[in-house]
């Protein structure tokens, strides 16, 4: 279980990022350590390095002194103490034999510590250096620092050493580690502390997000995620919000359409199941049966129509093989569909009246789907003949422009409020069947409207509609003339 809590904290992205950029940091700040280290190092050594290469040169100048008989040993020796003393330390003047023939100690004829061997028999081989040598001494473990250089006396090889203790050099140097080491810790926890807020600032809004998701995926379309910045987290938020604003829009639209659904589906099932039971019960009497199996007949045709336009419209927004495009004349299939028309018209004594531009021989070519078309003209006639009252005019008029083709279909009849207008492309919405001049009592479906508007937007078109109470009603419809 911890483990699995663990790798959960782990996967985490706030944590990613925080642990990368810790990490960074921390290699940077050992960088800069090790750097500073090294340069404050080199800077004590190389002064102390100076100091007794110094102190080297002016030991040969004695020794030359003493071989040309320029100065005494005594005067030599009393000299190198000083000189010793400069350095806080001793000077070393070894033969060939690693015994100290001259010094500012009283170790003159003894052996040099074993542990100096190295730098002594490096420096009979002509070579010079410097190096920290631990002494094993009746006090413990001694740390020097040692210099070493060649030198030929009277032509027998020797070898100078000046040493003195290192720990004051030591000291020196640790305390500048740890005035190093000291702000650079201070300054990781804070750069952490930083990378940390940061870290969980820029993971949080998708925290949220994910948050918001599992709750959607439960049906919760309230969730919304709060946006907090301008950057690219910020828009990532607010394109979070606008979908789950689509998403709530889109099921607020589901439920409605199923309820829609339910109660068309409903009524008709009702009516039917109602007389059937009449009958089957003799409520009513055998002499009016053909007339409520006439309403029953209207009943049925009301579902097939219901269920054909639900069909026909699931199609089209679904995009299933809804349109078979091709160049087509605007004219000539205006006028064929009309023609289909004209009973309904006639049924009604409503005058059609017809405005096609002029001919020109080349013909207003549209690329359409003539049945599409022959549908969108057929749903929109029908709904005019539905508001028009007898004795009315239909009037359907066709302009070409230089790029467009409009198409206008203008009915004398109740006309509509703004409100009314606003809502006709919704599905099952229906007008006030009170202004309507239906005497059959034949109702529609309510999607007639919204299939005009999903055919002409599927074929590239524009439609839009404008109306006045009592003025009647005018749907313009806008296509692109073939190229």
């Known amino acids: 279980m911890f483990k699995r809590y663990l790798t959960g904290r782990y996967n985490s992205l706030y944590i990613k990022i925080f642990l990368s950029f810790l990490a960074t940091c921390v ?33 040969i100048r004695l020794l030359n002194s003493v071989q040309d008989n320029t100065i005494s040993i005594r005067e030599m020796k009393y000299t190198v103490r000083i000189l010793a003393r400069s350095i806080n330390g001793q000077v070393w003047v070894v033969d060939d034999k690693g015994t100290i023939a001259n010094g500012s100690s009283d170790s003159e004829g003894r052996a040099i510590p074993k542990q100096m061997d190295a730098i002594f028999i490096d420096g009979l081989h002509g070579r010079s250096g410097h190096t920290i040598i631990n002494l094993n001494t009746q006090d413990g473990v ?17 070898v100078i050493m000046l040493h003195f203790p290192a720990g004051d050099i030591r000291e020196v140097v640790s305390a500048v580690r740890l005035n190093i080491l000291l702000p650079l810790l201070f ?27 599992i709750e959607l995926a439960h049906g919760d379309f309230k969730t919304r995620v709060p946006v907090t910045s301008q950057d690219e987290v910020g828009q990532l938020a607010r394109s979070f919000n606008f979908m789950v604003e689509q998403l709530e829009e889109w099921e607020e639209t589901r439920q409605e359409f199923l309820a829609n659904v339910s109660h068309e589906l409903r009524s008709p099932l009702t009516t039917l199941r109602g007389f059937i039971v009449a009958m089957n019960d003799h409520i009513i009497p055998q002499e009016k049966y053909p007339h409520y199996l006439h309403i029953c007949d209207q009943e049925v045709q009301r579902l097939q129509r219901l269920v054909t336009d639900l069909l026909d419209l699931a199609q089209i927004q679904n995009g299933v093989d809804v349109f078979r495009l091709r160049p087509v004349d605007l004219v000539e299939l205006v006028e064929d569909s009309l023609e289909l028309l004209k009973p ?35 749903n929109l006639m029908y709904n005019s003949l539905k508001f028009t009252p007898e004795g009315g005019t239909l009037t359907v008029a066709l302009e070409e422009h230089e790029k467009e083709a409009h198409l206008y279909i203008r009915d004398t009849g109740s006309g509509m409020s703004d409100a009314e207008l606003s809502r006709i492309w919704d599905r099952f919405y229906k007008a006030d069947e009170a202004r ?11 999607l007639g409207l919204t299939i005009v508007k999903h055919l002409v937007t599927g074929m590239r078109g524009t439609v839009t509609a ?18």
């Open 344 to 378: 309904s018209l006639a049924e009604k004594q409503i005058a059609l009246h017809l405005i096609l531009p002029e001919e020109d021989g080349l013909g207003c070519l549209v690329q359409l789907d003539p049945d599409r078309f022959a549908q969108i003209i057929r």
């Open 187 to 213: 300054s990781l926890v804070a750069v952490g502390f930083i990378l940390f807020i940061l870290s969980r600032k820029l993971a949080g809004p998708l925290q949220q997000m994910n948050r918001a998701a």
């Open 142 to 158: 001694r740390n020097i620092f040692a210099f070493y250089a060649p030198y030929q006396l009277n032509d027998q090889p020797m």
């Open 466 to 483: 404008r109306s006045r109470i009592g003025e009647g009603t005018e749907f313009r419809i806008v296509f692109p003339k073939n190229k």
């Open 436 to 446: 309507t001049s239906n005497s059959e009592g034949i109702t529609g479906t309510g």
């Open 27 to 59: 290699l940077f700040f050992i960088g800069l350590f090790i750097f500073w280290n090294y340069y404050f190092t080199d800077l004590f050594y190389k002064d102390k390095i100076e100091l007794l290469e110094k102190r080297n040169t002016e030991v």
